[in-house]
């Protein structure tokens, strides 16, 4: 069995370009963890940016290792060997374990990853003789609490600002007493250690000037699903104040990279690959993009952009992508109905999204994906009979221009997330959200693909995403991978899920996440719902 990890990880190594090797000799190792597979993992441009910036210091070898669930390539249910990418060592060999976390559904492969290594899952189980374990991520930064008693310390906003306190406190204290260290940490802005109570709220960290730091693609591979594309982040941030966005929140303020700083990576990018992609939570905001495609069209790049704007698709942005050979433009209308979109502050009306279909048409791009959620709050059935109304409006449109353009839809349940407007209001049952979709699904029928996240795994979510630290014991009893070992986790630790799903919580409660301070006051927020209802 460990034969076949070795063999399997030189495999997926041998098809990589850009890995980075360093000699451990006087160097802390890392080893820096993505609690999912490879083919996913490698996908991430934040866990491919730390990566670097941990090798950047001269004092540290980093090294990635992916969590593979067993008998997912070797076939068994034994325990697949955790060894990193670079030399094949195990996880015991290292000093330092960093976790990505962009995903809560990645909370359940902590234990697993931890239990493999033979490490105790709960920081306060383990001593001097233990790696120090690090967490990171997206999911930091909206909501640590269900995972931090697994964690020493969590880097609590960018990398770049973060991780040089962060190594230099670890290159002078790891050899020295654990608590000491910590307490350490604790003192670095932007650094929460679970451990110490009496650290109050942890400001959130984030970079000023983005073009002092180019974040890009460091490992080309195509073993995933961005195969052998080099990724530029174009920009930090969102203004567009989306209620049900917790990202565009968290990532605040809004911060883009200058035209000549995206140019230049990308002319390093094309000395690696033909293919670009730009990335960012709102990259069609970017002031400077229809330069930006332009030059990269007339360099011959194979161009993707992560995902457009219904109210700015640019005639220059989607000649460049046909030109380019893309196949899909991204669209997220979010909502069918004009109120519902006012509801979540989406401010993009139904004359924006049919002269995008109609620009999409006219350029015959292959593929146009949309993005939809279903259970919103202020959701009727009627809402849901809209989205059927729009897209079927859009299709006509489509067949007007003779286009070869499919409509793929993608449609998610609504997940209230932590650090939004939306924080306190409940989910939508999943009987109400599955006869919506079936509502969907059959007016759809000859004129759309319809794919749809499960509400029962949307209700997971809800839970991961709002809970607080007693959420630890059921991670380390479900699996992760049915909803029955998940319930049965729930009731062996005798919590009710609906306490955190389907409950409206009130504005002067404490929440598992106030711990975070974001730079968005819950005051802001809670005009914000208010907004929303009106």
Same mark, same amino acid.
């Given at each position: ?30 080893? @820096? ?96 003789? @233990? ?98 594309? +080099? ?17 565009? +929140? ?5 911060? @883009? ?244 799903? +389907? ?32």
């Amino acid at each position: 069995m460990a034969w076949d990890a070795v063999k399997e990880v030189k495999r997926r190594r041998s098809f990589e370009e850009g890995t980075l090797f360093k000699d451990w000799g006087g160097r802390i190792p890392v080893a @820096h963890i993505y609690p999912n597979s490879y083919y996913l993992g490698m996908c991430s441009l934040g866990f491919q940016t730390v990566y670097r910036l941990i090798n950047d210091d001269e004092h540290f070898v980093c090294e990635r290792v992916f969590w593979e669930e067993p008998g997912m390539r070797y076939g068994g249910t034994s325990p697949i060997p955790l060894i990193s990418i670079e030399s094949q060592r195990p996880l015991q060999d290292f000093a330092v374990l960093s976790f990505t976390l962009s995903y809560e559904q990645d909370y359940f492969n902590i234990p697993k990853v931890l239990r493999a290594a033979k490490i105790p899952l709960y920081a306060k189980e383990r001593d001097d003789t @233990h790696p120090l374990i690090l967490g990171g991520g997206p999911c930091t930064l909206i909501n640590p609490e269900p995972v931090a008693p697994f964690f020493d310390a969590f880097a609590m906003g960018e990398g770049e600002v973060t991780l040089p306190g962060m190594l230099d406190a670890i290159h002078g204290g790891l050899d020295g007493n654990r608590q000491a260290l910590l307490d350490a940490l604790a003192k670095i802005p932007g650094v929460y250690v679970p451990s110490r109570a009496s650290q109050g709220q942890v400001t959130k960290q984030y970079l000023k000037q983005v073009d002092d730091y180019p974040t890009h693609t460091v490992i080309l591979t195509r073993e995933t699903a961005l195969s052998n594309i +080099y990724i530029i982040e174009t920009s930090r941030g969102c203004t567009r104040g989306c209620r049900f966005c917790a990202v565009g +929140y968290v990532l605040r303020p809004m911060r @883009h990279r200058s035209k000549e700083v995206i140019l230049e990576q990308a002319r390093e990018g094309l000395e690696r690959t033909k293919r670009i992609g730009l990335l960012g939570i709102a990259v069609a905001d970017h002031p400077e993009l229809d330069d930006i495609v332009t030059r990269l069209k007339e360099w011959g790049a194979e161009l993707s952009i992560s995902s457009l704007r219904v109210d700015n698709l640019s005639d220059a942005v989607l000649s460049a992508l046909s030109q380019t050979g893309a196949q899909n433009v991204t669209l997220a209308p979010e909502a069918g109905s004009e109120n519902l979109r006012r509801v979540i502050n989406k401010g993009v009306d139904e004359e924006d999204i049919l002269r995008a279909f109609e620009k999409v048409a006219a350029y015959n791009i292959a593929q146009l994906k949309l993005y939809f959620m279903l259970g919103l709050p202020e959701e009727r059935d009627e809402d849901a009979q809209a989205m059927v109304d729009l897209v079927s409006r859009g299709r006509e449109i489509i067949q007007a221009h003779k286009a070869r353009t499919k409509i793929a839809l993608n449609v998610s349940p609504f997940v209230p997330k932590p650090g939004t407007a939306f924080q306190w209001v409940p989910m939508t049952r999943p009987e109400i959200i599955r006869r919506r979709l079936e509502m969907v699904r059959r007016g759809l029928i000859g004129k759309a693909e319809v794919r749809s996240d499960s509400p029962e795994w949307s209700e997971v979510q809800t839970v991961l995403s709002r809970a607080g630290r007693e959420l630890a014991p059921v991670l380390e009893r479900a699996d992760g991978r049915s909803l029955s070992s998940w319930r049965r986790a729930l009731r062996d630790c005798q919590i009710d899920p609906d306490r955190y799903v +389907y409950r409206r919580w009130e504005a002067q409660e404490t929440l598992p996440w106030d711990i975070i301070k974001t730079g968005v006051s819950k005051k802001f927020l809670a005009l914000e719902l208010a907004r929303s209802a009106r």
